[in-house]
């Protein structure tokens, strides 16, 4: 699927990927200083890059190699801040649940990495 943060092979185009790590990290940093305002924003943000937000939520390690692997500390914080505003957290749940989904009707290659399934 191809639109204007991905390529026509699904993956992330490299110059949206760089904006994602620094929007997250930076975000991250500011911790509870994060203005409140834009939580529902990032939460749309989020739910743009779905596909890798689920995937690094529900990972079941870390892999540096893999490309739609996010920084998971950076992650957890920037959800946190988002899940403050009742809103946010209903768009970001929303879209979160559809990716669930997805990936659960979805093909699984096999992954040696996933020992569990």
């Known amino acids: 699927m191809q639109s204007h943060i991905r390529g026509a092979d699904g993956a992330l185009r490299t110059e949206n990927r760089k904006v994602l790590d620094r929007s997250l990290s930076i975000i991250a940093d500011a911790g509870d ?56 957290y209903g768009v970001l749940n929303d879209g979160l649940n559809r990716e669930t989904v997805r990936d659960i009707y979805g093909e699984h290659p096999s992954d040696p990495k996933e020992t569990l399934l």
Do not use: I
Not at 46 to 63: F, I, K, M, P, R
């Open 33 to 88: 200083e994060f203005t409140p305002e834009m939580r529902d924003d990032m939460a749309k943000v989020l739910v743009n890059y779905g596909d890798e937000v689920h995937h690094t939520a529900s990972s079941l390690a870390d892999d540096p190699s893999d490309p739609r692997q996010l920084d998971r500390h950076q992650l957890l914080e920037v959800t946190k801040q988002v899940s403050r505003d009742q809103n946010a």
